[in-house]
């Protein structure tokens, strides 16, 4: 069983920076893993911010996240992370990453990221 685990949330005012992370508890990432990082606020559906491949680390954002959210891994640390800046009040949401690791994909339990204004 793959069970990525997420880190680094809080509570932080607009306009601030923020980095998560995403790790595979007990485990490590292997070279075809997919890693995607997603986000849902309160009453909203659950959207997609991006992607990293875990060998080439390519990656790719969605439109509307593009410019202030960057994602990348680092082979040593074993880790994946997602740079948030410029944060808004409205980005107030749990922030999940999942691993899609060959047919299957496996999902955090998210990290609460509460914007303040």
């Known amino acids: 069983q793959v069970q990525p685990a997420e880190s680094g949330g809080g509570v932080v005012q607009a306009g601030d920076s923020l980095t998560l992370s995403c790790s595979v508890s007990?485990?490590?990432?292997?070279?075809?893993?997919?890693v995607a990082w997603y986000r849902q606020a309160p009453g909203k559906e659950r959207e997609v911010i991006g992607t990293i491949t875990w060998d080439a680390g390519s990656r790719h954002y969605a439109d509307s996240m593009r410019g202030r959210f960057t994602i990348y891994r680092n082979y040593h640390e074993n880790r994946a992370w997602l740079h948030m800046k410029g944060l808004k009040p409205e980005e107030t949401a749990k922030y999940y990453c999942?691993?899609?690791?060959?047919?299957?994909?496996?999902w955090g339990q998210g990290n609460q990221v509460t914007v303040s204004s």
């Open positions: 007990g485990g490590t990432f292997v070279g075809d893993d997919m």
């Open positions: 999942n691993i899609q690791r060959e047919s299957d994909v496996y």
